[in-house]
């Protein structure tokens, strides 16, 4: 079955940087659109950013200029490359996948970022 793990969160200062990965598994197809969610604590999980099979990316408005989303379609791979991060930006990033545009989607399990002195 489709599996994705996330690597790369943790703890960091204020204006520090953060890479996360995803790894998705149990596909044969190839991957319409690759994104990253995040979920802070009492609030509604939110777009981050994704990047569909061609290439295009879409951000939030809150981490344009900042964050940065690539995928590999060979290994199934989408990253996150976080810079000038705030304590804003703290909450539990989700990896998810649509194979195609009407498709319900699959969701990693999380992982945290804390942005905190």
């Known amino acids: 079955q489709v599996q994705l793990v996330e690597s790369g969160g943790g703890l960091v200062q204020p204006g520090g940087s953060l890479r996360l990965s995803c790894a998705a598994s149990g596909i044969t197809s190839s991957i319409y659109v690759m994104a990253w969610y995040r979920q802070a604590p009492g609030k509604q999980r939110e777009l981050v950013a994704n990047i569909i099979r061609g290439g295009s990316t879409n951000y939030a408005d809150s981490v344009k200029g900042r964050f940065t989303i690539s995928r590999d379609n060979a290994n199934k791979m989408v990253y996150l490359q976080m810079d000038s991060l705030e304590p804003e930006d703290t909450a539990v990033y989700y990896c998810?996948?649509?194979?195609?545009?009407?498709?319900?989607?699959?969701w990693g399990q999380g992982t945290q970022v804390t942005v905190s002195s």
């Open positions: 998810n996948i649509r194979l195609y545009p009407t498709d319900p989607g699959y």
